[in-house]
């Protein structure tokens, strides 16, 4: 299984893609613990989609052929490691590929039956991000088709579209995720 992530979907640019270990994938709503090698962690929730059949060299057209489902994730960056890295001009994906540093949603809601797709994240009960999945719906199907051109997608592989917003969770923090009200996500910050 894959995990590419979709960075920069609404900055200045073009939107380019990174992968994520299988291990960076935390499942089954397990607490996430802060990483020992970072005081500044920042997490923000952003969409899944689970890809449901081979794709390659995929048109965008044809991209909600490859998914059924959408689901919803919480990344996690060791910020202070993401600056000193990029300012030793060194990639940093060593701030955010860390064992256990992507939550993502075991359920999905049908693509079909998404709509708007209204997605919340609350730390501690506080709504700290908000966003429609409709104004991701075109993105989504480029950053898959663009995805396909570079890779070979597979069944179980997963594009994860962040939103740009990050908070900084704190440890016992509680983090709840849904998508047009539905729980997706309930974890714990240990």
């Known amino acids: 299984m894959k995990i590419i992530c979709v960075e920069n979907l609404f900055g200045e640019g073009e939107p380019y893609l990174s992968l994520r270990p299988d291990t960076a994938a935390l499942r089954n709503n397990d607490d996430f613990y802060l990483p020992h090698f970072s005081s500044n962690v920042l997490c923000g929730c952003g969409v899944t989609l689970r890809v449901t059949r081979l794709a390659k060299c995929l048109d965008a057209r044809f991209a909600s052929r490859c998914y059924d489902g959408v689901g919803v994730g919480v990344a996690f960056v060791a910020e202070d490691v993401r600056q000193r890295e990029m300012a030793a001009g060194r990639p940093w994906e060593a701030a955010c590929v860390f064992d256990r540093s992507l939550a993502l949603s075991h359920e ?16 501690d009960n506080e709504l700290v991000q908000k966003f ?23 069944t179980g592989d997963i594009i994860f579209v962040q939103m740009p917003v990050e908070v900084k969770p704190s440890q016992g923090s509680a983090v709840k995720v849904t998508l047009n009200g539905v729980e997706l996500l309930n974890f714990q910050v240990k």
């Open 108 to 123: 999905e809601i049908a693509a079909a039956e998404v709509g708007e797709g209204v997605v919340e994240m609350m730390l």
């Open 132 to 154: 429609s999945v409709a104004t991701l719906r075109e993105g989504l199907d480029a950053s898959l088709a663009r995805a396909s051109h570079l890779l070979t997608l597979k």
